[in-house]
């Protein structure tokens, strides 16, 4: 799975994967110990899934692009806690990788010599409040221009999906300098690109101002929304996911017992629904 140009774009399909009994205790036996209790611990296990994928994505890329033995790859977290690779060859550094998951996928994000950051929203209606009760709350977010950006681009499906891009854009570049939560979003404002969204299509005018100066060495890509991804992302299955895997601890069957119980649990939640 090389890449070329020392870039990584990859996709991974983890809301229709269904894994077997065999795939997620393999999974389990390829990611670090700390990494396969946190994973445990999640309630639901969409939340696991995708928390599973990314870590595969993760080692894949470290293993495919820096030829390190997946078993060699020590991953750890930032203070922020950001996941980051412990790495003492001078030669393998200079790489900037970020996840992000959401709705049905998770995906990384990789490149040498440059920042990067990536963030997945889905379009989704507020499921408490209306949508202009749901801006109301986010007023402070964003800039009076995005807001104008934001609520003029026609219905109110079309104001959510211009809301998430614009968010998805803000979070992707605080995730590429790696400032955290505490960064004041409407230090940033971005101006979209004129161009129609289109399925598959990627675009590349979105300009960005920092502190109300124009930002020329930072490149967007919107929108990551339009899945199945854009041709700039490689959408790997289960089989690529692990091709270079190999295991790092032994099988665990207990790990298999607590994911499908909490797999079962959404079902069982309904069921209660329907009978009452």
């Not at 939340?47 to 790859?73: E, Q, T, Y």
Request: overall charge neutral; proline content about 6%; aromatic content about 12%.
């Amino acid at each position: 799975m090389t890449e070329e140009m020392s870039s990584y774009r990859w996709a991974f399909r983890c809301g229709s994967w269904t894994p077997t009994r065999s795939e997620w205790l393999f999974a389990a036996r390829c990611i670090q110990r700390e990494e396969k209790e946190r994973i445990g611990q999640f309630v639901f296990a969409k939340d696991a899934k995708s928390a599973m994928a990314g870590r595969l994505l993760l080692r894949s890329f470290v293993c495919d692009s820096m030829r390190i033995p997946w078993s060699d790859i020590k991953l750890e977290r930032s203070p922020r806690g950001k996941p980051c690779l412990k790495v003492c060859d001078d030669s393998r550094r200079g790489w900037s990788f970020n996840l992000s998951h959401q709705g049905d996928y998770t995906v990384l994000a990789a490149q040498q010599g440059v920042q990067v950051g990536v963030d997945i929203m889905k379009t989704v209606m507020p499921g408490s409040s209306s949508v202009p009760e749901f801006f109301r709350i986010m007023t402070r977010q964003f800039t009076a221009h995005e807001w104008s950006s934001i609520q003029s681009a026609g219905s109110e499906r079309q104001q959510l999906a211009a809301f998430y891009r614009h968010w998805a854009l803000k979070e992707s570049f605080i995730k590429a300098i790696g400032t955290g939560l505490g960064f004041n979003l409407q230090r940033v404002e971005f101006h979209l690109s004129p161009e129609l969204l289109t399925p598959g299509h990627v675009l590349r005018q979105t300009k960005m101002y920092l502190d109300e100066e124009p930002e020329e060495n930072w490149i967007f890509e919107p929108p990551l929304q339009s899945f199945p991804p854009p041709a700039t992302f490689k959408l790997l299955s289960f089989s690529e996911l692990i091709a270079s895997a190999s295991p790092l601890t032994d099988e665990d069957p207990a790990y298999w017992e607590n994911f499908k119980t909490r797999a079962e649990a959404p079902q069982r939640q309904s069921d209660a629904h329907r009978q009452a």
